[in-house]
């Protein structure tokens, strides 16, 4: 899919706003805010926009292959038109998701593949990757444990109705035992009071009547306390440990997950305040520094260093720290004798 936008920036009502121009002249242009490819050391305005697109396709169409994650580009478009978060709609139509996305990968925050959009690239390819595509992993880890934290909530509430329930079925299963008693003797009230009569044609028409009422009821408590016996309520409370099991182990997710995101924001904020060419600057400063005083390069004395020249450096600069430490030491001992002499001739 080709790329649709051609991008500047401008300033309105002192707002700084890019303009998503289309390359193809018969579509309207795209007003977008410059605010969303801003953001401090470990943390990005674009973000936002990219955990919404993630959350909403962990179990979804994101293709995680050698540490890049992929996702249709259409697919990313339909899904942030329709993505909102604590402050709101993300975007407000399909039109200007699709710039947005565009203006992330002009900004290498995210990379145009084809009919695809690299959402993450694999940390470490260093040579491919910048700090703000680090911050991508972040958001990603967000949106992973945010989803961690509703489905924790969801099957915490669900274990608690389902623990109030356990009373419910341990008090109906005590009710159909006592029904049981209670129709056993009565009819047991029937006969001689100890035992159900032998032969209930002995029996008067009203009483008759009365055992076969009972004899159906008993029976009827019976089945049903068959049927009961086979869904008990240890069935509940097993029901019931098991999700507790699946919430421990979602948190112990979310608590690795949490610790990963701070690690990345931590890369992140490492190459954006040091990259490779402000490394450069420190060892060039170095190599100038030498050369001003006239003593042989850093790289070249690292490279003419040898084990045993390096074992003897090492050796004397620590005995040189060792005695200026005894030195200090001394010092200090010298002073504090001096002081208490003082002190007492004042006294």
Request: charged share 35%; with cysteine.
């Amino acid at each position: 899919m080709a790329q649709k936008y051609e991008f500047e920036q401008i300033e309105s009502d002192g707002q700084q706003y890019v303009i998503a121009n289309p390359v193809n002249q018969t579509a309207e242009p795209v007003r977008l805010s410059a605010h969303w490819i801003e953001g401090g050391d470990v943390e990005g305005e674009w973000e936002r926009a990219v955990r919404a697109v993630i959350k909403n396709d962990l179990l979804g169409s994101m293709e995680l292959k050698e540490g890049n994650g992929r996702i249709d580009r259409r697919q990313a478009i339909e899904t942030l038109a329709e993505a909102s978060d604590d402050e709101g709609d993300i975007v407000t139509s399909e039109q200007q998701a699709e710039a947005l996305l565009e203006y992330f990968a002009s900004e290498d925050i995210i990379e145009l593949e084809g009919g695809q959009l690299v959402m993450l690239r694999n940390p470490n390819d260093t040579d491919n990757v910048n700090g703000k595509m680090i911050l991508n992993w972040s958001a990603a880890i967000d949106a992973c444990v945010e989803q961690i934290t509703e489905t924790i909530d969801r099957i915490e509430n669900a274990k608690e109705k389902l623990e109030n329930r356990i009373d419910d079925v341990d008090q109906d299963s005590a009710q159909i035992n006592e029904n049981l008693r209670e129709t056993a003797q009565e009819l047991k009230s029937l006969g001689d009071g100890q035992d159900v009569p032998q032969d209930p044609s002995q029996l008067s028409e009203e009483e008759r009547n009365r055992f076969q009422q009972l004899k159906r009821k008993l029976i009827y408590h019976k089945k049903m306390k068959e049927v009961e016996d086979k869904n008990p309520a240890e069935t509940v409370k097993q029901g019931a440990s098991h999700l507790g099991d699946k919430i421990a182990m979602l948190k112990d997710a979310r608590t690795v997950l949490a610790n990963k995101r701070e690690q990345f924001r931590t890369i992140a904020m490492e190459k954006q305040i040091l990259p490779d060419d402000a490394m450069n600057i420190v060892n060039n400063m170095g190599e100038l520094a030498t050369q001003l005083v006239g003593v042989k390069g850093i790289d070249e004395t690292v490279e003419n260093t040898d084990d045993a020249e390096l074992a003897s450096i090492v050796d004397d600069i620590a005995g040189d720290v060792d005695g200026l430490t005894e030195t200090t030491q001394q010092m200090t001992e010298e002073e504090t004798t001096e002081d208490k002499a003082t002190d007492l001739g004042m006294s």
